[in-house]
């Protein structure tokens, strides 16, 4: 027999968690979370590494400082997570060549400058083609050649685009940005929350409405409830669901429908684009790079865009820790988790000898996360197209019956992050709030789904 409840909530990430949160504080508490991964916190996730907390998923608290206050950072200041201020203006100044020469500061401003204007003007012309909706592209700005061309064209596109368009995040919440350097991890603030309405003991979750590795295979839904199945041939039923898994996991098909979605939500499903964006670290028996906190960041300058390009030393983070992190995405990304770790690590050796020389010693581990091929992730966070329209936001996060979604893909201004998460916790949780008040004689009876 089903086991049933009142609200199924698919996903203990943080848009899940808060939004199991938001419904026990309005007296909903008859919710079972199901929960593919061995823990909560989704793309909020750290494991042991080289004696410190490595965060494979998120690890900045972006948006900090500005007129509103990030939510997020709200959080962090109430359980006292530690974390340190990243400085990424530098990292233009500290571009290496293949042959460990760091490219003198004004050749790097200038290329910079460049590379911003020509985004900008990329921007604008694509702006101009959204607006009148025609197919003559304006001037077509310079292509990125040379490898310090590259690497900055790298920065500016994959990390630093607020330079180029207003970001939301920046814009509402400020411009800095924390690395969470805390041996709890980010995933920390998650287990805080959930202390408020999940039954824990000694910091451990003992509630049995979350439900671990327990993965949602199937959601049948018609007018009078869901029913769920889940890998294990389990079955829950319930009122309303909630979805919270990303929209790589939308995009495969990990999870049928039945029925189908409709066309419209599909659509919008196929729609938007999935980043990969992956943090290798790498630990050594000693430190051979620059250790000062301007120098936090540096970049190195491939023939190939996005080559090993963006490094971080974790010194300001974890002092002694004798940590390097490289970060690659996308195309890069994809090709690193289908090959071996040594050969991983060879390929990080080679660039690490081009900038440092080639007596540096090898690295003695290496992780490198696989969000990618992870099947209960399928990327790292959505990307909506520069000219999203508003039908596409409103069609991805719009209700299906009683089907509900969230997660940072829902999130109209900060998709993508951590906040965007929890705000889009919030706000399907209230949705689905007003939802039941709506369908109210409903919300007591206790309706088999057959
Ligand atoms: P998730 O955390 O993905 O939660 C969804 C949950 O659903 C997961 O736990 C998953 O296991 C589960 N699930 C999936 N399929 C099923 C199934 N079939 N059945 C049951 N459960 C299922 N944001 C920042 O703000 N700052 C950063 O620095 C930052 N860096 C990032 C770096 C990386 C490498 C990655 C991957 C993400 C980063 N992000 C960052 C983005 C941020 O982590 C996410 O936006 C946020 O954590 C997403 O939360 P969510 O609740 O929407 O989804």
């Not at 039945?258 to 790498?282: G, Q």
């Not at 992780?367 to 990618?372: A, D, G, H, I, Q």
Request: proline content about 4%; charged content about 25%.
């Amino acid at each position: 027999t089903p086991r049933r409840s009142f609200v199924i909530i698919v996903g203990a990430g943080i848009s899940g968690i808060t939004a199991a949160k938001v419904l026990s504080e309005n007296g909903v508490d008859d919710v079972v979370i199901l929960e593919a991964a061995d823990k909560i916190g989704g793309r909020i996730r750290k494991e042991e590494f080289g004696g410190v907390a490595a965060e494979l998923g998120a690890g900045w608290i972006a948006g900090v400082g500005g007129k509103q206050s990030n939510p997020v950072w709200e959080l962090a200041l109430q359980s006292n997570l530690r974390t340190c201020f990243s400085d990424y203006s530098n990292a233009r100044y500290n571009i290496y060549d293949h042959s460990g020469k760091i490219f003198p500061s004004g050749i790097a401003a200038d290329s910079y400058k460049k590379a911003v204007d020509s985004a900008i003007q990329k921007l604008r012309s694509q702006e101009g083609n959204h607006n009148e909706n025609t197919e003559d592209a304006a001037e077509t700005p310079s292509t990125p050649k040379t490898p310090i061309e590259l690497a900055i064209d790298f920065i500016l596109h994959d990390f630093e685009m607020a330079e180029v368009e207003p970001i939301s995040t920046y814009v509402d919440f400020g411009e800095r940005e924390f690395l969470v350097a805390d041996e709890r991890g980010y995933e920390h603030l998650l287990y805080k929350m959930a202390e408020n309405f999940l039954f824990t003991s000694e910091g451990k979750i003992m509630d049995s409405r979350l439900k671990l590795n327990t993965v949602v295979r199937e959601v049948q839904h018609s007018r009078n409830g869901i029913l769920v199945t889940t890998e294990d041939g389990s079955l829950y039923e319930a009122n309303y669901v909630i979805l919270s898994v990303s929209i790589g996991v939308l995009q495969s098909d990990l999870i049928s429908f039945s029925p189908p979605l409709p066309r419209w939500k599909m659509e919008a499903v196929r729609n938007l684009d999935v980043m990969v964006y992956t943090k290798i670290f790498l630990k050594f028996p000693y430190k051979f790079w620059p250790c000062e906190p301007e120098k936090e960041f540096f970049i190195y300058a491939h023939e190939r865009r996005g080559y090993y390009t963006f490094w971080q030393h974790m010194e300001n983070a974890y002092p002694g820790s004798n940590m390097l992190v490289v970060t690659l995405t996308n195309g890069e990304s994809k090709r690193v988790e289908a090959q071996f770790d040594e050969d991983t690590l060879r390929e990080a050796m080679e660039v690490l000898r081009n900038m440092f020389g080639p007596d540096i010693p090898d690295a003695t581990d290496i992780l490198v996360p696989c969000w990618w091929n992870n099947r209960f992730q399928r990327g790292s966070y959505s990307n909506y197209p520069i000219y999203a329209n508003h039908q596409l936001v409103h069609d991805i996060k719009e209700p299906v019956g009683r089907i509900f979604f969230t997660g940072e893909h829902t999130s109209e201004k900060f998709s993508g992050y951590v906040h965007g998460g929890y705000l889009s916790g919030i706000e399907s949780s209230n949705a689905l709030l007003e939802k039941m008040r709506r369908d109210d004689g409903r919300k007591n009876e206790s309706q088999a789904f057959l």
